[in-house]
């Protein structure tokens, strides 16, 4: 999918539902959001969607952080928008062109831009700090960051090389430390 129509989503869903958050919104749109523990260990998965009998389901890893619990759900909502009813979507590997894996880029993507807005990237870029320290202001990883410098880069912001390059399946193993505290990053 292009930039424009994974942003012309964001931006539609946004104006349908101004000031509300992501969880008002799943509420809106008749999601059904499930939290249960499926572990913490590296191979535990993450968050899948559902589409059955006409019902939009979204089960989240509740062992996980909340602030990654967040992501999660961002990113499986934009597989409800963008890859509506297309059954079975959870974080596993995937080749770089598989479809698979271009359908997790999209929902990269969304929740980029679902989740920060321009100026508040711009704003922590400009209180004179690294991309990494930016994505930890930002309260996402790195990694979120640098799918959201894509969309910025082209929207024709002058932004810096980011150093890193986030693969689409990036979320099946993001690392979550013991004792970090990434509600308070």
């Given at each position: 999918?292009?930039?424009?129509?994974?942003?012309?989503?964001?931006?539609?869903?946004?104006?349908?539902?101004?000031?509300?958050?992501?969880?008002?919104?799943?509420?809106?749109?008749?999601?059904?959001?499930?939290y249960?523990?499926?572990?913490?260990d590296?191979?535990?998965?993450?968050?899948?969607?559902?589409?059955?009998?006409?019902k939009?389901?979204?089960?989240?890893?509740?062992?996980?952080?909340?602030?990654?619990?967040?992501?999660?759900?961002?990113?499986?909502l934009?597989?409800?928008?963008?890859h509506?009813?297309?059954?079975?979507?959870?974080?596993?590997?995937?080749?770089?062109f598989?479809?698979?894996?271009?359908?997790?880029k999209?929902?990269?993507l969304?929740?980029a831009?679902?989740?920060?807005?321009?100026?508040?990237?711009?704003?922590a870029?400009?209180?004179?700090?690294?991309?990494?320290?930016?994505?930890a202001?930002?309260?996402?990883?790195?990694?979120m960051l640098?799918?959201?410098?894509?969309?910025?880069k082209?929207?024709g912001?002058?932004?810096?090389e980011?150093?890193?390059?986030?693969p689409?399946?990036?979320?099946?193993?993001?690392?979550?430390?013991?004792?970090?505290?990434?509600?308070?990053?």
């Amino acid at each position: 999918m292009s930039y424009e129509y994974i942003c012309t989503q964001v931006a539609k869903l946004l104006k349908k539902y101004p000031g509300c958050s992501l969880k008002q919104i799943l509420d809106a749109k008749h999601i059904i959001v499930l939290y249960q523990p499926l572990g913490n260990d590296e191979d535990a998965i993450k968050g899948f969607y559902l589409y059955n009998s006409r019902k939009h389901v979204i089960t989240i890893n509740s062992d996980l952080p909340e602030n990654i619990q967040r992501i999660i759900l961002a990113h499986e909502l934009g597989h409800v928008v963008l890859h509506r009813g297309s059954g079975v979507k959870c974080f596993h590997d995937v080749t770089l062109f598989d479809e698979s894996s271009l359908m997790e880029k999209d929902a990269n993507l969304f929740a980029a831009e679902l989740l920060m807005s321009d100026e508040d990237v711009l704003e922590a870029l400009n209180s004179d700090c690294t991309f990494f320290t930016a994505a930890a202001k930002l309260n996402v990883p790195a990694e979120m960051l640098d799918f959201k410098f894509r969309i910025m880069k082209w929207r024709g912001y002058k932004m810096m090389e980011a150093p890193i390059l986030a693969p689409s399946n990036f979320l099946k193993d993001i690392p979550i430390p013991e004792n970090h505290d990434w509600d308070n990053a």
